[in-house]
């Protein structure tokens, strides 16, 4: 979601890390465990979407983001240009601890994954 809201919001180059995240802890055996319990992850949704609407009014951030809305990649997937793409490929260069390259197809391919998954529980 945080993810979602700075790419709505226009403040994602600074943090594409949030998309690193996001990526790598994705495939693990935990996370998949819990996303699997649909119940639970709905609930927790609902909590990070009233959070997130607390943090927003508190602090009069964009109109344009409006955090109770559905996931729906499709129309943010968009903001993932080549500016986010040079920025989240070159994170090895100057945060991570690895010689290897972000691929932000693969992390594209977390976030369509995601978008399905939160479609089949109504989020």
Known sequence: ???????????????????????????????????EDGDNLKHLLRLVKETDTFYLQKRNISDEYNPDTAYNFETWR?????????RYEKLHEELLYTNEKQSLNAAIKVFEALNALFKSIGE
Request: charged share 30%.
């Open 78 to 86: 968009n903001r993932l240009d080549n500016k986010i793409r040079s």
């Open 1 to 35: 979601m945080a993810v979602k809201r700075h790419a709505i919001c226009g403040t994602l180059p600074a943090k594409v890390r949030h998309i690193y995240d996001v990526a790598v802890l994705y495939p693990r055996k935990d996370i998949q465990r819990f996303l």
